[in-house]
């Protein structure tokens, strides 16, 4: 039997300490049962754990058609990883009012194998991070993504919240107390844009 369609939940945050990881995982569960009744497998996509250098190839990625045209090991696992994935949702922090360094190199490696590909943006920050989002989103439709509409931001309910963030200590995620309870609909809301994107004739924009 084949195996269902992946979705990579991307961890932008490559920092440490963090709370990249702990949101992205948020995330992934909130969309879990919409993924599951779709015939959809989520998988997590650290980009802690992949620890690509700066950007090091000698070709522009769209003039490379074929893994094999990349000069590095590590960009031909890297694009081997993104090839298996059907469509991503980008969970990324706001550092400045933009998004961090290590989602735009992460990204820049490639080219065909994100190009025509459906995506989401979430971001979180002391304020949501729809400044990071919206940054992030021209980054994805230069490489060709389509990309969803509602793009949820989740901020910081408050100052406590968002020094314990700063820390990478745990945030409350789940149980009755748990924050963002509200934003969830919303994150669902990007998936199903999303999975919408995923049908079958449409366009890849050009931009
Ligand atoms: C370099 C840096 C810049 C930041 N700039 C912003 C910002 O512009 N807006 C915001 O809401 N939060 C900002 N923050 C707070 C982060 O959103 C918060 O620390 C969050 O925990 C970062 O995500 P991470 O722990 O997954 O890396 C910034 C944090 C860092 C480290």
């Not at 919409?34 to 650290?46: K, V, Y």
């Not at 065909?112 to 021209?138: C, D, F, M, N």
């Not at 980054?139 to 509409?149: D, H, I, P, W, Y």
Request: aromatic share 8%.
């Amino acid at each position: 039997m084949a195996s269902p369609p992946s979705i990579g939940v991307i961890v932008a945050s490559q920092r440490s300490p963090r709370v990249g990881l702990q949101i992205a995982s948020f995330v992934l569960r909130t969309l879990q049962p919409c993924a599951a009744a779709s015939g959809l497998h989520l998988q997590l996509i650290d980009l802690a754990t992949w620890q690509l250098p700066l950007f090091d190839e000698p070709l522009i990625p769209s003039q490379v058609h074929s893994s094999t045209g990349y000069a590095h090991a590590h960009s031909r696992a890297w694009s081997a990883e993104v090839t298996a994935h059907a469509a991503f949702v980008f969970v990324t922090p706001q550092y400045n009012w933009g998004y961090p360094a290590s989602v735009k190199n992460a990204i820049d490696y490639l080219f065909h194998e994100w190009a025509g590909k459906p995506t989401a943006v979430v971001s979180y920050g002391s304020r949501g991070g729809i400044k990071a989002a919206e940054q992030l989103r021209q980054v994805l439709l230069g490489v060709r993504m389509r990309v969803a509409e509602t793009m949820p931001a989740l901020a910081f309910p408050d100052g406590e919240v968002a020094a314990r963030a700063f820390r990478g200590e745990a945030l409350l995620l789940q149980g009755p107390d748990a924050i963002w309870k509200e934003e969830r609909g919303e994150v669902k809301r990007a998936f199903e844009e999303l999975m919408e994107l995923l049908q079958p004739g449409e366009k890849v924009p050009h931009v």
